[in-house]
T-cell receptor, first 109, second 115 residues
Framework: QQPVQSPQAVILREGEDAVINCSSS?????VHWYRQKHGEAPVFLMI?????EQKGHEKISASFNEKKQQSSLYLTASQLSYSGTYFC??????????FGQGTELSVKP | KAGVTQTPRYLIKTRGQQVTLSCSPI?????VSWYQQTPGQGLQFLFE???????NKGNFPGRFSGRQFSNSRSEMNVSTLELGDSALYLC??????????????FGSGTQLSVL
């Protein structure tokens, strides 16, 4: 079953923060995050494997609450280069990586 | 190292026809997954192959099929095309048997238009 992402779209000014949420109705083994810029292939951001684990890369980090079957992606001090569509992907017991419908992020100068 | 290569880049077909899309994974990668992307629907999982075996399949009709060859290259086929099959088809590879804990490397996709 497809995870649900919120919000569907968000507009930011440079330097502002954003949070993108991803939730599933099924038990999760891991959560993936990818970013896709317009006209390009999705690019891997991070995988979270353990409950409560938080990973980060520069000013983008994420958390994974295994009990609540939720993950959140945190973008701090956003840059123009952060614009794109963010997808969370969830993996359940069957091993399929199922993506959400995406969150479109626009960062304006 | 070359990335994931998908051919052709664009395809235009008419209803009722069939189509074959090709994916060459990164050298050394043995797992290939296929996704359909349409506006508003995100990335819909089609299938996943590892060592020529289909490991997982999504909720698509039997008109959608795929296979993987011994060199890890993969093809997907859609028969009796419908207008709703118009989409970007993305292929992704990963080095080993993906059990949900490896990152995927995506190709640029094949844009299929069904008229």
């Amino acid at each position: 079953q497809q995870p649900v992402q919120s919000p569907q779209a968000v507009i930011l000014r440079e330097g502002e923060d954003a949070v993108i949420n991803c939730s599933s109705s099924k038990a999760l083994y891991s959560v993936h995050w990818y970013r896709q810029k317009h006209g390009e292939a999705p690019v891997f951001l991070m995988i979270l494997l353990k409950g409560g684990e938080q990973k980060g890369h520069e000013k983008i980090s994420a958390s994974f609450n295994e009990k609540k079957q939720q993950s959140s992606l945190y973008l701090t001090a956003s840059q123009l280069s952060y614009s794109g569509t963010y997808f969370c992907g969830t993996v359940n017991q069957g091993g399929k990586l199922i993506f959400g419908q995406g969150t479109e992020l626009s960062v304006k100068p | 190292k070359a990335g994931v290569t998908q051919t052709p880049r664009y395809l235009i077909k008419t209803r009722g026809q069939q189509v074959t899309l090709s994916c060459s994974p990164i050298s050394g990668h043995r797992s290939v997954s296929w996704y359909q992307q349409t506006p508003g629907q995100g990335l819909q999982f089609l299938f996943e192959y590892f060592s020529e075996t289909q490991r997982n399949k999504g909720n698509f009709p039997g008109r959608f099929s795929g296979r993987q060859f011994s060199n890890s290259r993969s093809e997907m086929n859609v028969s009796t095309l419908e207008l709703g099959d118009s989409a970007l088809y993305l292929c992704a590879s990963s080095p080993r048997d993906r059990a949900g804990n490896e990152k995927l490397f995506f190709g640029s996709g094949t844009q299929l238009s069904v008229l």
